[in-house]
């Protein structure tokens, strides 16, 4: 088996999933289970849309990022997911993200392909 990910590009599945940001709901973050990611932020008078990037978490610097080509935004993890009376919440950069929809994990004995 191969693998060409370093140990700080692994996301945890804890990060799965679509994310909204509370105080600013047409900021979202989606992260699937192969590690591709898309976010849509509007921060201020900016706003950007990364499709087709790869999510990454530093362990070392707490720092989630969307990368595509090299170019996106990154986030330091304040506080990973976990669970609240609202829902499961992360804090990036100070702002909080909801998480409002889960995707299920692929079986890891499974290498990538079809299955009929």
């Known amino acids: 088996m191969r693998s060409d990910e370093s140990h700080k590009s692994v996301i945890g599945s ?4 679509d994310w909204q940001d509370v105080s600013n709901p047409t900021s979202v973050i ?3 289970p192969s590690g591709s990611a ?5 921060h201020g008078a900016t706003n950007y849309t990364i499709t087709g990037g790869q ?8 720092r989630l990022a969307i990368k595509f080509f090299f ?20 804090k990036l950069d100070g702002q909080i993200f909801r ?15 079809v299955s009929i």
């Open 14 to 17: 804890d990060y799965v999933g």
């Open 30 to 32: 989606r992260i699937l």
């Open 38 to 42: 898309s976010c849509h932020i509007v």
């Open 55 to 62: 999510a990454t978490f530093d362990k070392q610097t707490k």
């Open 71 to 90: 170019v996106g935004p990154s986030w330091h993890v304040d506080e990973p997911p976990h669970q609240t009376t609202d829902g499961l919440v992360m």
């Open 99 to 113: 998480k409002f929809r889960s995707y299920s994990l692929p079986s890891d004995s499974k290498t990538p392909g």
